[in-house]
Structure formats: structure tokens, C-alpha cells
């Protein structure tokens, strides 16, 4: 069938704006609540962490870098594409990865949860800038690749819950009929140089080279 089928809301701009807003609110909500309600190092043996805990083997500086990018971009960003291959009722499902991450990003700070680092060494003016510079750099990063594969929306879903019988998800189109618009390929790439930026400057964070 047509791409055109696939429902697209607002141009790629609005959608990374729209995205970064939300994520941004559930962020630093999740970080209050943290910070206020639960105990420090609370993050610290969740799944989110996991990753963390294998990057921190590597003994060499590109050693740990290629293991960030290897999580940043062979696992999270390709999760993210591959869950824009479905949409819930005109929804991509990708929408709801950055909101994830978000919360528990939100929550890993909150409770100072990194393995590498400890928020307590840092005052507010160097440790907002850390942040920003790093997993604010690779969030937008995700959100990027996210906005721009919103197209890949394959199978459409009427119903969040029900897959089968007349709520079985409808093949629309195939993924080599899909055909992304220029400003769509630049975010992609975009998205790309973010992800490896914040996980050069994570990388030197860890080595206490910032």
C-alpha cells in the first residue's frame, strides 16, 4: 500500500519539539520525586543500570566509548526504529520510548544512581552542565532518530491491548516503500552525531577528563 497511509502528525520540527517538551517534564518530575522520596543508590541494581554495569569493565578509554556507542545506538537507537514500525491508533509506538527513558533517567539522577559518577562532587553551576551536556545531548540525540522514522509505521494497531481477531494489527505498507523526506534524513543523521558526542563527553566523564 500507499506510505501515505501511515498516519505522520505535524512536520519533523514539531515532533521533536512536542517529544523533547513532554520527556523534558517527566524528567525532571521523576528527578523531584527521587531526589525527595526515595533512598540514594535506589537506581543503582535496576535494568537501567545494567548497561552501565558492563561498560564499566572496559579498562580503556575507546574501549568504554565504543561500548556506549554499542548500547546507545546498536540497542537504543534501533529499539526506537523498531518500535516506530508499529502504530496504535495513528501513535507511534517510538513516542513511548523517550518517555521511558526520561522516568528512569529522571529517577537514576534523582537518587544519584550513575555507576561512574557521584552527583554529590559536583556543585549545581558544574553539575547542570555535566547533565546537559551528556544524557541531555543523548536523549535529544534518541528523540531525533525517533521523530525522523516515524514513517517505518508498518503495522497499525486499533487497539493498545487487543491483537487479535478484528483487532489484529494491519500491514500497511512494506519497509522498502518507505521514503524519508529530506529534513527527515538530516535529523536522522543529527540524532546520529548527538548520540556519539554525549557518549565521547560520558566517556570522559568517567575517565574525569571534563
Not at 90 to 97: D, H, K, N, R, S
Not at 152 to 178: A, H
Amino acid at each position: 500500500m500507499n506510505p501515505s497511509q501511515v498516519h505522520v502528525s505535524g512536520n519533523v520540527c514539531s515532533r521533536i519539539l512536542w517529544i523533547y517538551g513532554l520527556t523534558t517534564l517527566l524528567s525532571n518530575t521523576a528527578y523531584l520525586i527521587g531526589y525527595y522520596w526515595l533512598p540514594e543508590g535506589f537506581m543503582r541494581s535496576s535494568l537501567q543500570t545494567a548497561g552501565g554495569q558492563v561498560v564499566m569493565t572496559a579498562q580503556s578509554f575507546w574501549g568504554q566509548f565504543g561500548l556506549i556507542l554499542l548500547f546507545n545506538l546498536g540497542v537504543t537507537a534501533v529499539i526506537s526504529v523498531v518500535l516506530n514500525f508499529n502504530q496504535i491508533k495513528g501513535i507511534p509506538a517510538g513516542y513511548l520510548y523517550p518517555l521511558f527513558i526520561a522516568v528512569s533517567g529522571g529517577l537514576i539522577a534523582g537518587t544519584n544512581s550513575f555507576l561512574a559518577s557521584d552527583l554529590t562532587q559536583y556543585n549545581v553551576y558544574d553539575g547542570h552542565a555535566m547533565a546537559l551536556s551528556i544524557g541531555n545531548l543523548e536523549s535529544l540525540g534518541f528523540i531525533f532518530i525517533i521523530a525522523a522514522t516515524v514513517k517505518y509505521g508498518v503495522y497499525q494497531y486499533r487497539s493498545g491491548w487487543r491483537w487479535s481477531g478484528e483487532y489484529k494489527p494491519v500491514k500497511v505498507m512494506n519497509l522498502r516503500d518507505v521514503r524519508l523526506a529530506k529534513p527527515e534524513i538530516i535529523c536522522l543523521v543529527i540524532g546520529i552525531l548527538l548520540i556519539i558526542l554525549g557518549a565521547y563527553r560520558e566517556t570522559l566523564m568517567a575517565f574525569n577528563m571534563l
